[in-house]
T-cell receptor, first 111, second 113 residues
Framework: SQKIEQNSEALNIQEGKTATLTCNYT??????LQWYRQDPGRGPVFLLLIRENEKEKRKERLKVTFDTTLKQSLFHITASQPADSATYLCAHRGSQGNLIFGKGTKLSVKP | DAGVTQSPTHLIKTRGQHVTLRCSPISGHKSVSWYQQVLGQGPQFIFQ???????GRGNFPDRFSARQFPNYSSELNVNALLLGDSALYLC????????????FGPGTRLTVL
C-alpha cells in the first residue's frame, strides 16, 4: 500500500538555525507532495506543494525539495524563529482525491 | 471572507451515544472532506462530498456517515460511539472535486467517555 512516512516525531533546534524535516514515500510515485503546518488544537494550514518534475520550491523562508530517486521530500525553514514551532505534516493525494498524511514532525525552536 | 467553520468546538459524549458534527465550507467551495485525527497521528480521511454526492470514503465502519446539503455545508454523523472515536474531527473544503489545496477548519474535539 502507499505509505508516506515522517520518521522524526520531534525536532528541537536553536533560533536562527535551519530546520530540516524529512518525508519519505514507498510503493508509489506521487505526482506531487504537499506540506502543511498544524498548531495545537487547530486544523492544518497549507504551506507548499511541489510537483515531481520540480526539484525545489521556495516561499519566503521555506524551501521544499523533491528527490524521486531517493523517494524523499525535504522541508527547510531557514533563520528559524520560536513562532515556527508547530507540527509539520507531509501529504500526498490518494486515489479518491483525499489527502494521505504522514504522522507529522513536531518542531520546537528555542530562543 | 470567513474560512471553514465547524461546530461545535468541543463535545463530550458517552459510549453508545450518537453525535452530529457540522461544517460550513468557504463560500464558493463545492467539495467538503472529513478527516479524523487522533493524538500523535496525521489526519485520516473519512469522506469526501462534491456537489452533494459522496465521491470518496476512507476505511471507517458504517457507524460513520455524512451528507452534504444544497448550500454545500456538511454533517458527519457517528453512531454507537466507542472510546476509540475520541479525536479531533477536521473538515476541509476545496474549490473543485480534485483540487491541490484543501482549506481546513479548526476542528471539533470529540471526547467519548
Amino acid at each position: 500500500s502507499q505509505k508516506i512516512e515522517q520518521n522524526s516525531e520531534a525536532l528541537n533546534i536553536q533560533e536562527g538555525k535551519t530546520a530540516t524535516l524529512t518525508c519519505n514515500y514507498t510503493n508509489y510515485s506521487p505526482a506531487y507532495l504537499q506540506w502543511y503546518r498544524q498548531d495545537p488544537g487547530r486544523g492544518p494550514v497549507f504551506l507548499l506543494l511541489i510537483r515531481e518534475n520540480e526539484k525545489e520550491k521556495r516561499k519566503e523562508r521555506l524551501k521544499v525539495t523533491f528527490d524521486t530517486t531517493l523517494k524523499q521530500s525535504l522541508f527547510h525553514i531557514t533563520a528559524s524563529q520560536p513562532a515556527d514551532s508547530a507540527t509539520y505534516l507531509c501529504a500526498h493525494r490518494g486515489s479518491q482525491g483525499n489527502l494521505i498524511f504522514g504522522k507529522g514532525t513536531k518542531l520546537s525552536v528555542k530562543p | 471572507d470567513a474560512g471553514v467553520t465547524q461546530s461545535p468546538t468541543h463535545l463530550i459524549k458517552t459510549r453508545g451515544q450518537h453525535v452530529t458534527l457540522r461544517c460550513s465550507p468557504i463560500s464558493g467551495h463545492k467539495s467538503v472532506s472529513w478527516y479524523q485525527q487522533v493524538l500523535g497521528q496525521g489526519p485520516q480521511f473519512i469522506f469526501q462530498y462534491y456537489e452533494k454526492e459522496e465521491r470518496g470514503r476512507g476505511n471507517f465502519p458504517d457507524r460513520f456517515s455524512a451528507r452534504q446539503f444544497p448550500n454545500y455545508s456538511s454533517e458527519l454523523n457517528v453512531n454507537a460511539l466507542l472510546l476509540g472515536d475520541s479525536a479531533l474531527y477536521l473538515c476541509a473544503s476545496s474549490l473543485l472535486e480534485v483540487h491541490n489545496e484543501q482549506f481546513f477548519g479548526p476542528g471539533t474535539r470529540l471526547t467519548v467517555l
